[in-house]
Protein backbone atom coordinates (compact mmCIF):
# COMPACT_ATOMS: atom_id res chain seq x y z
CA UNK A 1 0.00 0.00 0.00
CA UNK A 2 1.46 3.20 -0.68
CA UNK A 3 1.00 5.70 1.67
CA UNK A 4 -0.59 8.65 1.54
CA UNK A 5 0.83 12.40 1.40
CA UNK A 6 -0.74 14.54 3.80
CA UNK A 7 0.67 18.06 3.99
CA UNK A 8 2.39 19.11 7.41
CA UNK A 9 -0.33 22.13 7.96
CA UNK A 10 -3.49 19.59 7.72
CA UNK A 11 -4.57 16.79 9.75
CA UNK A 12 -7.11 15.23 7.28
CA UNK A 13 -6.94 14.28 3.72
CA UNK A 14 -10.19 16.14 3.09
CA UNK A 15 -12.99 18.40 4.65
CA UNK A 16 -15.15 15.88 4.60
CA UNK A 17 -13.00 13.86 7.23
CA UNK A 18 -13.05 16.78 9.15
CA UNK A 19 -16.49 17.62 9.46
CA UNK A 20 -17.43 13.98 10.00
CA UNK A 21 -14.73 13.99 13.05
CA UNK A 22 -16.16 16.46 14.32
CA UNK A 23 -19.43 15.88 14.22
CA UNK A 24 -18.29 12.47 15.82
CA UNK A 25 -16.95 14.04 18.54
CA UNK A 26 -19.78 17.01 19.11
CA UNK A 27 -21.80 13.51 19.63
CA UNK A 28 -20.12 11.29 21.59
CA UNK A 29 -16.96 11.31 24.24
CA UNK A 30 -16.21 7.86 22.94
CA UNK A 31 -13.27 7.63 20.79
CA UNK A 32 -12.37 7.44 17.32
CA UNK A 33 -9.67 6.74 15.83
CA UNK A 34 -8.95 8.12 12.08
CA UNK A 35 -6.16 6.70 9.74
CA UNK A 36 -5.63 3.99 11.56
CA UNK A 37 -3.14 1.20 10.37
CA UNK A 38 -3.76 -2.24 10.49
CA UNK A 39 -1.52 -5.60 9.96
CA UNK A 40 -4.13 -8.51 8.79
CA UNK A 41 -3.36 -11.78 7.95
CA UNK A 42 -4.38 -12.54 3.88
CA UNK A 43 -5.30 -15.96 1.72
CA UNK A 44 -2.35 -14.21 -0.29
CA UNK A 45 0.42 -16.70 0.05
CA UNK A 46 2.61 -13.94 -1.68
CA UNK A 47 1.72 -11.34 0.98
CA UNK A 48 0.52 -13.53 3.64
CA UNK A 49 0.16 -10.20 6.15
CA UNK A 50 -0.98 -6.93 4.74
CA UNK A 51 -0.97 -3.25 6.03
CA UNK A 52 -3.96 -1.60 5.81
CA UNK A 53 -4.88 2.29 6.77
CA UNK A 54 -9.14 2.40 7.74
CA UNK A 55 -9.89 6.28 7.45
CA UNK A 56 -11.88 6.00 11.18
CA UNK A 57 -12.41 3.02 13.97
CA UNK A 58 -13.00 2.01 16.86
CA UNK A 59 -10.23 -0.96 17.14
CA UNK A 60 -11.22 -2.87 20.34
CA UNK A 61 -14.69 -2.99 18.42
CA UNK A 62 -13.40 -4.10 15.17
CA UNK A 63 -15.57 -1.12 13.37
CA UNK A 64 -14.18 0.50 10.35
CA UNK A 65 -15.83 3.59 9.35
CA UNK A 66 -14.52 3.85 5.61
CA UNK A 67 -15.40 7.82 3.87
CA UNK A 68 -16.17 7.46 0.04
CA UNK A 69 -15.51 10.19 -1.74
CA UNK A 70 -15.20 10.94 -5.92
CA UNK A 71 -11.39 10.99 -5.41
CA UNK A 72 -8.89 9.50 -7.79
CA UNK A 73 -8.50 6.49 -5.69
CA UNK A 74 -11.91 5.81 -5.82
CA UNK A 75 -12.52 5.95 -9.68
CA UNK A 76 -9.98 4.20 -11.03
CA UNK A 77 -9.71 0.60 -11.35
CA UNK A 78 -6.73 0.08 -9.39
CA UNK A 79 -7.93 1.88 -7.03
CA UNK A 80 -11.28 -0.33 -6.46
CA UNK A 81 -9.57 -3.08 -6.53
CA UNK A 82 -7.17 -1.61 -3.40
CA UNK A 83 -10.61 -1.03 -1.70
CA UNK A 84 -12.27 -4.36 -1.86
CA UNK A 85 -9.12 -6.29 -1.16
CA UNK A 86 -8.88 -4.17 1.64
CA UNK A 87 -12.42 -4.51 2.86
CA UNK A 88 -12.14 -8.26 1.88
CA UNK A 89 -9.29 -8.94 4.39
CA UNK A 90 -11.01 -6.62 7.05
CA UNK A 91 -14.24 -8.47 6.77
CA UNK A 92 -12.43 -12.37 6.81
CA UNK A 93 -10.52 -10.72 10.37
CA UNK A 94 -14.04 -9.92 11.61
CA UNK A 95 -14.20 -6.39 11.15
CA UNK A 96 -17.68 -4.60 10.28
CA UNK A 97 -17.52 -1.90 7.96
CA UNK A 98 -19.67 1.48 7.56
CA UNK A 99 -19.88 3.33 4.52
CA UNK A 100 -20.78 6.75 3.99
CA UNK A 101 -20.21 9.27 1.55
CA UNK A 102 -20.51 13.44 1.84
CA UNK A 103 -24.34 13.30 1.43
CA UNK A 104 -24.81 11.01 4.14
CA UNK A 105 -22.94 13.40 6.20
CA UNK A 106 -24.34 16.49 5.19
CA UNK A 107 -28.14 15.37 4.58
CA UNK A 108 -28.41 13.20 7.64
CA UNK A 109 -26.21 13.51 10.33
CA UNK A 110 -28.36 11.90 12.87
CA UNK A 111 -28.89 8.87 10.70
CA UNK A 112 -25.25 8.50 10.27
CA UNK A 113 -24.34 8.73 14.06
CA UNK A 114 -27.06 6.32 14.40
CA UNK A 115 -26.16 3.46 12.41
CA UNK A 116 -23.14 3.39 13.90
CA UNK A 117 -24.05 3.73 17.71
CA UNK A 118 -26.23 0.31 16.97
CA UNK A 119 -23.20 -0.70 15.44
CA UNK A 120 -21.02 -0.08 18.50
CA UNK A 121 -23.66 -1.18 20.62
CA UNK A 122 -23.83 -4.48 18.88
CA UNK A 123 -20.02 -5.23 19.47
CA UNK A 124 -19.95 -3.31 23.21
CA UNK A 125 -23.04 -3.97 25.09
CA UNK A 126 -21.81 -1.21 27.39
CA UNK A 127 -21.17 1.36 24.47
CA UNK A 128 -24.44 3.65 24.88
CA UNK A 129 -24.99 3.47 28.70
CA UNK A 130 -21.76 5.16 29.27
CA UNK A 131 -20.89 7.26 26.26
CA UNK A 132 -23.95 7.99 23.98
CA UNK A 133 -25.48 11.44 24.07
CA UNK A 134 -28.70 11.12 21.87
CA UNK A 135 -30.07 14.40 23.27
CA UNK A 136 -27.86 16.47 20.74
CA UNK A 137 -29.64 17.31 17.38
CA UNK A 138 -27.98 18.23 14.20
CA UNK A 139 -30.47 18.51 11.98
CA UNK A 140 -32.19 21.42 11.71
CA UNK A 141 -34.82 19.48 9.48
CA UNK A 142 -38.08 17.59 10.96
CA UNK A 143 -37.64 14.75 12.60
CA UNK A 144 -41.38 12.98 11.59
CA UNK A 145 -42.89 12.94 8.39
CA UNK A 146 -45.97 14.46 9.87
CA UNK A 147 -44.12 17.14 11.00
CA UNK A 148 -42.65 17.99 7.75
CA UNK A 149 -46.12 18.02 6.09
CA UNK A 150 -47.38 20.14 8.03
CA UNK A 151 -44.41 22.80 7.67
CA UNK A 152 -45.39 22.07 3.84
CA UNK A 153 -48.93 22.99 4.58
CA UNK A 154 -48.29 26.08 6.74
CA UNK A 155 -45.71 27.60 3.60
CA UNK A 156 -48.63 27.19 1.46
CA UNK A 157 -50.88 28.70 2.94
CA UNK A 158 -48.91 31.84 4.28
Request: net charge positive; aromatic share 12%.
Amino acid sequence: MKKKFRSSQGLYDSNFEEHFHNLWRNHSTYPIVFHHTVHLPTIDPAKPIRKWEIDFCFPQEKVAIELQGYGTGHTSYHGMKRDYTKHNDLILANWVILYFMSTDIKDGPTTTIETICRVLERRNPEFRHSNYRPERSFETRPDTLAEAARRLRHKRLN
